[in-house]
């Protein structure tokens, strides 16, 4: 991946981190730490990654390009809305703090968004890099 595209990566993270309830507790468990593992299992550590609403990421005035949310369709008309002249972007993910099941089943599903969003990073950053080009 070159520069631009890694760059991209990143910002879709932190973008998808901020806007997300993830550290929102689910029966006993924080979702936040099904995200850490399923991270750390490719090498990522978002361990000390705080989450912060769409209005604190407004609030530091930085423009962004794209905006990409990554709400579920059924919660997608309460995505964050960015002010600015960036090209919006929805890829409807399923909620992880909405998983069931034991602990490895929600990890397994954890493990499915991940890959989902990297797929889309994969898809999303050749068209996109080239156009800035």
């Avoid at 730490?33 to 209005?55: C, H, N, Q, T, Y």
């Avoid at 423009?63 to 002010?83: G, H, N, R």
């Amino acid at each position: 991946m070159d520069d631009c595209c890694v760059a991209k990566a990143d910002d879709i993270e932190r973008i998808k981190t901020e806007h997300r309830k993830v550290l929102q507790v689910v029966p006993g468990i924080n979702v936040a730490l099904f995200a850490v593992e399923a991270m750390r299992e490719i090498g990522v550590d978002i361990s000390a990654k705080k989450p912060r609403g769409v209005d604190d990421v407004v609030k530091t005035g930085q423009k962004f390009d794209y905006v990409i949310t990554v709400c579920d369709e059924a919660s997608a008309e309460q995505c964050p809305l960015f002010p600015g002249a960036a090209l919006r972007h929805h890829w409807s993910l399923p909620d992880p703090s909405e998983f069931k099941g034991t602990r490895e089943e929600r990890l397994e599903q954890t493990r499915g968004v991940r890959n989902l969003i990297e797929s889309k990073i994969r898809e999303f950053c050749p068209a996109t890099c080239a156009a800035l080009a």
